[in-house]
């Protein structure tokens, strides 16, 4: 079984900076991808970022390809989008996910790929 915690959402300027994290309860966390999805009122829930557990290999949406940045401490197992740049699109409930990846296969996008989700925190970027 796999806990997933965010924090650090806030109310924040466009342009400014935000970092959200993601504290996970998980043995064998270092085994576990990782990624950030988002999503605004009465819509699809959108991929933003992954990161891969033993490979360490990184994913981005095109959207925040440049401006966001996903890292992790596997031994505090956190996992952090650092958001540079911020717009108001960038509004949304920030998600992050698990997947069980022992074999280090290919990081996804795939909302349905990772079982595990956290509760949310929520970003809104002013104008």
């Known amino acids: 079984q796999v806990q997933l915690v965010e924090s650090g959402g806030g109310l924040v300027q466009a342009g400014d900076s935000l970092r959200v994290s993601c504290a996970a309860s998980a043995h064998s966390f270092s085994l576990y991808d990782i990624a950030w999805f988002r999503q605004a009122p009465g819509k699809e829930r959108e991929f933003v970022a992954a990161i891969g557990g033993t490979t360490g290999n990184t994913l981005y949406a095109d959207s925040v390809k440049g401006r966001f940045t996903i890292s992790r401490d596997n031994a505090k197992m956190t996992v952090y989008l650092q958001m540079n740049s911020l717009k108001p699109e960038d509004t949304d409930v920030y998600y992050c996910?698990?997947?069980?990846?022992?074999?280090?296969?290919?990081?996804?996008?795939?909302?349905?790929?990772?079982?595990?989700w956290g509760q949310g925190t929520q970003v809104t970027v002013s104008s």
């Open positions: 996910a698990a997947r069980f990846s022992p074999l280090a296969s290919m990081i996804t996008q795939r909302e349905y790929d990772y079982r595990y």
